[in-house]
Structures are given as structure tokens and as C-alpha cells.
């Protein structure tokens, strides 16, 4: 059951890859959203705003993907331009559209009176003060930016899966983007050690299953230390209290 399970979420995945890697629109859905999550780290919004956000982000990206499965379907049924082929495959991008104008409408409900006040308010002066009071949160948009950024790799590197091959570890991002996280947040040298002792057993064991190669493992470990110090080094005040 759970080898059926791990296989199940491995092909879901697989499909997430496929799809990126061969729509331009979900590579620009993906770009932007990575971009949108940095930015509510920035404003610091509200649970049910940013939960609003995930929401409509998820709703493009998921009809996105339903629209590329039934063009394929269709394309699989018929070569020919028949006519209800084309109002399925117009549907379908209408469903995407509305998604799409969706995502407008709730960003900008979200988004407009934090950005007015971020740009011509006090709230300017407090920002790095109201960011930094919420680690949890900046620990989430690493992960989230992460797993997008691996993603993205593996369509690029046009091989392997989410779990196994590809561009770069995704295992090996994870695992040292959480213990940079624990470096920077806790500046505890035991809880480091131990933290990035883990991380390397999990680069070990991605190499000695042959999942991956040391340089994939390198690019994934690299990645995971960028991200997580590009975040919090820049929008967090982690300065000795």
C-alpha cells in the first residue's frame, strides 16, 4: 500500500513536470506565483489573505493543467479540425480565463490598500520589524520557493522525476535549505550541526541509491542554501536581540 501510494504521488508529479515543461503559460503561472508568494512575505498579510492568495494561484495553475490534459485528450481522439474539437479545446481556455480574471480580481481586494500603504505610508519604516516577527511564515515561501525552483529545474533538465533524477536533489534542496533556515533563525551551532548533518545523510543516501549524481546533489544542496539566505538575510532582521 504505501510503495502504491509513494508510486501514485510520483506519477501526480510527473504530470505537474510534463506540463511545465512543455506550456509556456504554466512556466510564466509558476514564475509569477513565485514572485507573488515573495511579495507576501513582504506586505505581511493577513492568514486569510494570504489563504485567498494560495487559493487563486491554485485555481489557475490547476485549470491550466486540465486545459493541457484535455487538449491532449482531444488530440489523441482526432487529427482532423472537427468542429466540437475546437469548442472543447475553446472551453477549456475559457475556464482559464476566468481563472485568470479571478486571480486579477483577488489580488487586487489583497494586494492594493498594503501596497498603497507600503509605498506612501509609515508602514514603510516598520517593515523589516513587522517581517522579521514571523519566521514560521518566511520558512513557508522558502520551501514553497524551493519546490517550485526544483520543478522548474527538472522540466528544463527534460529528464527525470520530482523524486528521482533530474536537473537537481530536490531532496537534497529541501534538506539544506531547512538546516540554512536553522542557521540563520536559531544561530544555535548544535542545532546547526545536527541539522546539516541530516541534510548530508539525505545527499548521501540520493547518491548511494543512484537517484542521483554528486553534482545534482551539489546543484540541489546549493539551491536550498541560496534560497533560504536570499530570504531571510534580505527581508528578515535577524540581528542579535
Given amino acids: 500500500m504505501k510503495r502504491h501510494f509513494t508510486e501514485s504521488v510520483n506519477h501526480a508529479v510527473d504530470g505537474i513536470v510534463y506540463a511545465v515543461r512543455t506550456e ?15 511579495y507576501c512575505l513582504i506586505i505581511d498579510l493577513q492568514p486569510l489573505q494570504v ?7 491554485s485555481l489557475v495553475i490547476v485549470s491550466e493543467m ?8 482531444v488530440n489523441l481522439q482526432t ?4 468542429p466540437l474539437a475546437r469548442v472543447a479545446k475553446d472551453v477549456a481556455a475559457g475556464g482559464v480565463l476566468l481563472a485568470c480574471a479571478n486571480a486579477c480580481i483577488i489580488a487586487y481586494l489583497v494586494f492594493w490598500e498594503p501596497t498603497k500603504r507600503l509605498l506612501w505610508g509609515d508602514e514603510a519604516k516598520n517593515l523589516y520589524r513587522r517581517i522579521s516577527e514571523h519566521y514560521t511564515h518566511g520558512l513557508i515561501v522558502v520551501l514553497t520557493i524551493i519546490l517550485i525552483a526544483v520543478m522548474i529545474a527538472k522540466a528544463l533538465g527534460k529528464r527525470g522525476s520530482f523524486t528521482r533524477g533530474g ?3 530536490g531532496h537534497a ?4 535549505g531547512a538546516s540554512t533556515a536553522i542557521l540563520v533563525i536559531t544561530k544555535n551551532p548544535i542545532a546547526t550541526t545536527l541539522a546539516f548533518a541530516l541534510a548530508l545523510l539525505v545527499a548521501q543516501s540520493r547518491i548511494e541509491a543512484n ?3 554528486w553534482v545534482e546533489v551539489l546543484m540541489g544542496a546549493l539551491l536550498g542554501i541560496i534560497a533560504s539566505l536570499i530570504v531571510f538575510l534580505t527581508f528578515y532582521n535577524l540581528h542579535p536581540t
Fill in 24 to 38: 509556456r503559460n504554466l512556466k510564466v503561472h509558476f514564475t509569477l506565483s513565485l514572485l507573488v508568494l515573495v
Fill in 51 to 57: 489563504a485567498a492568495v494560495f487559493f487563486a494561484i
Fill in 66 to 73: 486540465f486545459n493541457t490534459a484535455l487538449e491532449a485528450l
Fill in 79 to 82: 487529427l482532423s479540425h472537427h
Fill in 167 to 169: 536537473l537537481v536533489s
Fill in 173 to 176: 534542496a529541501i534538506a539544506f
Fill in 211 to 213: 537517484f542521483h549524481r
